[in-house]
């Protein structure tokens, strides 16, 4: 008892009498905490469900892999600062395409564009992602490698 007196002393729980009993509630920054934690969880289940549907018709791992890193690269679209864009492509110097680049379209202008395929100077690159269906130590070391170009 004496510890949630001090929950409800610091804030972090609030109590309320009401009609039918006595009642503890989580402060408010704890709902929005979890309501935070529900949507984003929602977002990847979102996700996975477009992802293990691809995966019951198409048999083809190319084409699920690039269906995957497009899934991946609209909900980043749709959820990043403005300021931010998201693209496929290289980095200037760099001879290797990386599945998903994003980078600071306010700043920046790629070098080249058509459609999400771009070519970026490196000042303007703020994340390179890349993006495995399954993931073995041979293809963590050649992403590793690509990230370190």
Sequence with gaps: MGLLKLDVSK?????????????????????DHENAKRFFQ?????????????????????TKGNFREGLLREILKKYLPKKY???????EGCKRQCDILIYDAHNFSPLFREGELVV??????RAVIEVKSTL??????????????
Excluded: C, M
């Design 85 to 91: 864009d998201v693209g496929t492509g290289f980095i």
């Design 120 to 125: 970026l100077p490196e000042k303007a690159v």
């Design 42 to 62: 929602s977002i990847a289940n979102e996700v996975v469900e477009k992802s293990e549907r691809i995966e019951l018709l198409v048999q083809h791992s190319v």
């Design 136 to 149: 073995d130590s041979s293809q963590l070391k050649d992403a590793i490698e690509l990230l370190w170009e």
């Design 11 to 31: 804030g972090l729980l609030s109590f309320a009498s009401q009609k039918g009993g006595d009642f503890l509630f989580l402060a408010s920054i704890y709902e």
